[in-house]
């Protein structure tokens, strides 16, 4: 998490995390921490909020004689998670996220397993339209207990530069 606290006025601090572009470099990893375990609770509320109805996910006996033998993890909850441990380090002052390319779900998630991630930078390079902002490519993975990789993206996002985000502005 890469924080910092910035003086908003007289003996008064904001904290502020997250990068500017120039803080991003080709090849650089993240790891993002702390970890998060998924309850079985969480699985269910994801599913049904998002009105996925595949009895997998919620339904013990429907999912005691699938190949899993058990509930799966919703998939876009396994996203969810591991993109949002991300976001302190490497997205929380972007101004949009531009594009997601090549998910992949190579090994299954279950209630109980704890998840940990890592963001490489694949590309810096700045905006040909936005001279205070530049775009960022990073290829995230999620990793459950064990090392077992269970999931991994590219992400491209809009950064701005030192001096031009919106946690700059004191006004707020």
């Not at 904001?14 to 699985?43: A, C, Q, W």
Request: some cysteine.
């Amino acid at each position: 998490m890469v924080a910092e606290a910035k003086e908003v006025g007289p003996n008064r601090y904001r904290e502020s995390y997250g990068r500017y572009l120039e803080d991003f470099k080709v090849g650089d990893v993240y790891e993002h921490r702390p970890g998060r375990t998924i309850t079985e609770n969480d699985n269910i509320w994801f599913t049904l909020l998002t009105m996925n109805q595949h009895p997998l996910h919620f339904d013990q006996e429907y999912a005691k004689h699938s190949e899993f033998g058990q509930p799966l993890v919703n998939s876009c909850l396994t996203l969810s998670i591991v993109a949002g441990m991300s976001v302190s380090d490497v997205s929380q002052k972007t101004i949009a996220n531009l594009g997601w390319d090549k998910v992949k779900m190579p090994a299954p998630v279950f209630n109980g397993d704890t998840l940990y991630a890592e963001s490489e930078v694949l590309a810096v390079r700045e905006s040909k339209s936005r001279p205070t902002q530049g775009i960022v490519t990073i290829k995230t993975t999620g990793f459950k207990q064990g090392g077992v990789e269970v999931i991994s993206f590219e992400r491209s996002m809009l950064i701005p530069k030192r001096g031009h985000a919106v946690d700059d502005k004191t006004d707020y």
